[in-house]
């Protein structure tokens, strides 16, 4: 069987983790926190940061699963659990922020009276663990999608801290109990455009798009120019993972061409000058081109 490249996110593994203890230990501190003061917004925000525990769990089963070798019945082996799971964090971000939205504009009918002090000591101690969690995985967000939803996951925590902070500040100050509403939708607005694109890009690798990486006429017109080459077709690069692109093609040898050289040219230029580690290259010859079917 094929041996393909490790997922870009099992080195984040260990930070992973230690985000998802963080974020955990404070649930349970604000759950506390908001039974004892009576304050439905600290409570709110529990419920949120449940989803985000959750998502953080996801995140990490997926790179496990991903890490799990190809099998008979899986050629590829688990690597679009990654993508599953960037998937569900999306969908689950985009639920809470419209949830978000909508409390929001209940309360501006009634603004419940909170209990200030206790709410901003809370969210203070949330402010500083989702700040430790977004530098622990801003690096490794870049890798994949999966560490992307991660990420946002603690971004829109720590959102929402500061969200919870400034209209703290103003209740308490002022009396004016609208803030929480106010900066609750502004948290929303916030969060569900970038929610949105990575939502768009779990999809976009489900549907085997191209990668956003590879501009495929390019692939196509300077393969077709190879030494050896006449022609291609049926040329397809698609997405495993984030950062595992595979591609397959029908390479069509000229006259009097080796169909080893040929084949060792088109996966050195390849390898060389795109960014492709799993390669499917099927070389002929013209009489079968004109036989084929393909597009």
Not at 234 to 256: F, K, P
Request: glycine letters at 8%; zero cysteines; hydrophobic letters at 50%.
């Amino acid at each position: 069987m094929t041996s393909i490249p490790v997922s870009s996110s099992g080195k984040n593994k260990k930070k992973l983790k230690l985000v998802l203890g963080f974020t955990a230990l404070y649930l349970l501190a604000e759950v506390a926190g908001g039974i004892i003061t009576g304050s439905l917004a600290l409570l709110a925000d529990a419920g949120h940061m449940l989803t985000d525990v959750g998502g953080l769990a996801l995140s990490l089963i997926a790179i496990n699963l991903a890490e799990r070798p190809a099998n008979e019945q899986r050629s590829y082996g688990y690597y679009r659990a990654e993508i599953l799971a960037a998937l569900t964090n999306a969908v689950i971000l985009i639920v809470i922020s419209i949830y978000i939205l909508y409390e929001a504009w209940l309360r501006f009918s009634d603004p419940p009276k909170v209990e200030s002090k206790m709410m901003l000591i809370v969210a203070a101690i949330g402010l500083l663990v989702n700040i430790a969690g977004m530098m622990i995985l801003r690096k490794g967000s870049g890798d994949s999608l999966n560490m992307k939803g991660a990420y946002f996951e603690v971004l829109s925590d720590m959102l929402t801290s500061v969200g919870v902070i400034v209209a703290g500040v103003i209740m308490l100050t002022t009396g004016w109990y609208y803030a929480d509403p106010i900066l609750s939708s502004l948290i929303g607005l916030f969060i569900l455009p970038r929610t949105w694109i990575l939502l768009k890009e779990s999809v976009g690798i489900l549907l085997e798009g191209t990668p956003k990486d590879i501009d495929i006429q390019e692939l196509r017109q300077s393969t077709a120019k190879l030494k050896g080459v006449a022609g291609i077709h049926d040329l397809h690069v698609w997405v495993l993972t984030s950062g595992v692109n595979a591609m397959s093609v029908h390479v069509v040898a000229e006259e009097g061409q080796l169909s080893d050289v040929v084949l060792k040219t088109v996966q050195q230029h390849i390898r060389n000058n795109f960014n492709i580690s799993h390669t499917t290259i099927q070389v002929e010859g013209r009489d079968f081109e004109e036989e084929a079917t393909h597009d």
